[in-house]
């Protein structure tokens, strides 16, 4: 069974940087394409950022386009989000995710499929 765990979340003024951590422990990531998630309070769950591990293509919401970046590390069974120019709308908790399916990294990032595995979440604050 699929586990993932979060780490890295924090205390952040706006401007700052926070580097996410996913490790997975159970099955290899080497299959699935996985992404990190957020959601805020009294809003949607949103897909931030998606990665493949069929051809390493990746997906950014277009409110994070510039300013994070998604990595993998293979050998670690590690995904990352590096988080630049943080805006306090970035305040969130981020979920980590992992997705059995075939389909495009937008796909999966807007929509996860009801077999996704996830992680417990790391709260995010950017303030000011």
């Known amino acids: 069974q699929l586990q993932l765990v979060e780490s890295g979340g924090g205390l952040v003024q706006p401007g700052g940087s926070l580097t996410l951590s996913c490790v997975a422990s159970?099955?290899?990531?080497?299959?699935?394409?996985v992404g990190w998630f957020r959601q805020a309070p009294g809003k949607e769950r949103e897909g931030v950022s998606c990665?493949?591990?069929?051809?390493?293509?990746?997906y950014y919401a277009d409110s994070v386009k510039g300013r994070f970046t998604i990595s993998r590390d293979s050998a670690k069974n590690m995904v990352y989000l590096q988080m630049n120019s943080l805006k306090p709308e970035d305040t969130a908790v981020y979920y980590c995710a992992a997705d059995p399916r075939y389909a495009t990294v937008q796909e999966i990032c807007i929509a996860p499929g009801p077999f996704a595995s996830w992680g417990q979440g790391t709260q995010v604050t950017v303030f000011s």
């Open positions: 990665i493949s591990s069929f051809d390493g293509s990746t």
């Open positions: 159970g099955l290899s990531l080497n299959s699935l394409t």
